[in-house]
């Protein structure tokens, strides 16, 4: 049986216990069914702020006459900024994993400090 000095269940807002774990050089085991990063990284947060940001850039352009610049808007390209906003998370989801044991399985409390992990 493999013993872990930390585990930690769900990799969003979890992830930072894991840093400050290996940080102090501890053996931690990361509990997450996936998709790594959390609903924030996935699809909450960082990709509606990607969406945002392009939507924003749109109105400064349009806004631009205000400030005496003439900008003609020839184009939007929306699957792109649909690629870019879809690749983000894969950045970060592939530097969650390193120094980390991965368990892809939900964990199940047993009494006390005695924690097993059942796989789905």
Known sequence: M???DVIVVGSGCGMIVVDE???HRLKVALVDKGP???TCLNVGCIP???LIYAADRVVDVQEARKFGIKVKNEDIDFSCVMERMRRAPWKS???IGKGIH???ALPE???ATLHRLKEV
């Open 93 to 95: 989801q592939n530097e």
């Open 102 to 104: 991965i368990h892809p």
């Open 109 to 111: 409390l047993i009494p």
């Open 36 to 38: 790594l990063g959390g």
């Open 2 to 4: 493999k013993t872990y």
């Open 48 to 50: 509606s702020r990607m």
């Open 21 to 23: 774990a290996l940080g």
